[in-house]
């Protein structure tokens, strides 16, 4: 016992290492290893403590293991890296139905028989847990585009899920006070729905704050179960991943001027989507050649990508244009917003796939003082983080959140399917500029033309 | 309250300051990974469902101790590895510029 207690807090200890290293880019592939130790140790640990008792059920740790293991690394190994957002929700939501099932198993072993302490962490695994599981892959479909981006407007709006959590509450104090497993499992099936209409009320461009929301919870499940169970492991990790998910949500509600309270309750965009007209205001409809010789004069160009760009699959593309516009000497930098994308850091991770070097990618502090002196910014796939109405218009949902003023550039040039609203579903007056030139098309294809005309200069 | 319950919470609120400290100051850049490597140690609950298949009773405790297991190792295993295809893109820095 006490061993294991000791071997338990050595995986802690990897777990802190291994999240400090996640923190640098030079130490973070590292980290990640040792993170990785750290659960191999209290696996490892975990197994050997129940080796010599008998009656061990090991077909069916075995083969959940096997199962898991294969099923993980098969969707780790195939997955693209634009589809990286949805997998990190789908894993987050296994985690948090893993620890209520762990708590559900606790409720039939005693049949709801618990002190008072315990049915608190009882339930809290199960609400916290099952709000995650369901959460997570409402998330995964709006990512993955199986459900529609919008939010959907519930009946009542925000009252829905507030009365939902509301009962949810009575629902785990009922089951706390009466000890009755069937009230346990009236809080799974509540929570549950309450998971889905938590999500689906939330725009998809808010799906970043949601996940990270999430991955803090199924961290605080895991936590809870730890308690159920009296695993210090448990809760060492979850406490962890708890608090630093919880981090990284605020910094990201923070990057979109907004609080934690506004992006889930907020129902942002539904009115925008509603309101928005094109109408017949003139743009700038450009060919790909009119791009190609716009660059080809530049000698500062900025490329400024969005999600457009991820599920275009266009990160090769661009960094090809990158070197053909190096070679004429002209310098290439790029803007990333913090939002940029459906998850934070996600434009990174898709050009540093492409060998994009990364001292060429400025945060928005560092490339906004740059963009007056910018021949020609290229907004590729990017909406709501380039909106100048989120700087100029008091009246617009978006109005205070930070953007990249690709507007003070000389020229941009957007490359985009169609004049549609983004995620928020808010027109962009950016569009409508008289120095911005409309490239309507994929940002792949459109591209790639630029590219074979410059060729031709 | 039992001594062992008490003895979680006070690790259960040392581990989330520690979680606060280590996390405050990561570069944008690193965000994805870090969520999806801290997604990851998440599923530590693994241990709580690999205990809770070896002593599971009847029939409907075993299924839902194994379900406990296969999500909990889909995410332990699919995160970590995950995490680690992002990161050796990062490492393969081309400083073939110019």
Known sequence: MTTTTLLYLLAGVLFIIGLRGLGSPRTARRGNLIAAVGMLVAVLVTVASIIDDTGVMWWTIGAGLIIGGAIGAVFAVRVQMTGMPQLVAAFNGFGGGASALVAATEILATDGDFATETGVTVALSIAIGVVTFSGSFIAYGKLQGLITGRPMSLPGGPWFNAVLAAISLGVGIWAVWSGDPTAYWILAGVTFVLGITAVVAIGGADMPVVISLLNSFSGVAAAMAGFVIGNQALIIGGALVGAAGLILTIQMSEAMNRSLANVLFAGFGTEGAAAFDAGDRPVNRASPDDVAISLAYAQNVMVVPGYGLAVAQAQHAVRDLATALEERGINVEYAIHPVAGRMPGHMNVLLAEADVPYEQLLDLDHSNPRMANTDVVLVVGANDVVNPSARDDASSPIYGMPILEVDTARTAVVVKRSLSPGFAGIDNPLFYEESTMMLFSDAKAGLEEVIAALKEL | ?98
Not at chain 2, 6 to 11: A, D
Not at chain 2, 35 to 43: V, Y
Request: aromatic fraction near 8%; avoid cysteine.
């Open chain 2, 1 to 98: 309250m039992s001594e062992l319950f008490v003895q979680g919470i006070v690790v259960f609120v040392l581990a989330a300051f520690v979680g606060f400290e280590v996390i405050s100051k990561v570069p944008q850049t690193l965000h994805t990974p870090l969520m999806s490597g801290a997604n990851a140690i998440s599923g530590i609950t693994i241990v709580g469902a690999i205990l809770a298949s070896a002593f599971a009773d009847g029939a409907a405790a075993t299924i839902l101790a194994l379900l406990a297991v296969v999500f909990a190792t889909i995410n332990v295993v699919g995160g970590f590895l995950v995490t680690d295809r992002m990161l050796e893109m990062f490492k393969r820095k081309p400083a073939k510029k110019e």
